[in-house]
């Protein structure tokens, strides 16, 4: 997306698009390090990284970098949903958050409550008849 500089159909008004939001925003997260700690975002311990990160979220910001993209915004409408996105993208991070899986290829054929489909396993001790 970000080579292509497409986006996800939409942007709001006072966002650049995309590829210029992340460079303007990355830009800005590093010289919020530097304005706070005195060196870079990555130089940072995850303590100082996470203090930066959570006045972003909390519209604190003090670099002068943050008037090309509104930090907060930049924060939660690109830099979380992004790395969340990433994150959940993934199969193993899906038991987290009770995932099973897409229903795809075969599909889910039983959608009424309580029932399984043809392939799915029986509860431990369920005879095959229901009972």
Not at 14 to 35: H, I, K, N, S, V
Request: net charge neutral; aromatic share 10%.
């Amino acid at each position: 997306m970000l080579h292509d500089d497409r986006g996800e159909g939409y942007r709001r008004p006072d966002m650049p698009p995309l590829r210029e939001a992340w460079r303007l925003g990355l830009a800005a997260l590093d010289d919020e390090a530097r304005c706070r700690h005195g060196r870079g975002f990555a130089a940072l311990d995850a303590g100082a990284q996470d203090e930066v990160l959570q006045a972003l979220a909390e519209d604190r910001a003090q670099s002068p970098r943050w008037q090309a993209v509104q930090a907060q915004r930049f924060f939660r409408h690109l830099l979380l949903k992004t790395a969340a996105g990433i994150y959940y993208a993934h199969p193993a991070a899906w038991n987290e958050i009770g995932f099973g899986g897409p229903a795809s290829p075969r599909g889910y054929v039983r959608l009424g409550f309580d029932q399984r489909d043809p392939w799915e396993a029986r509860p431990a001790g369920q005879a095959a008849d229901g009972g």
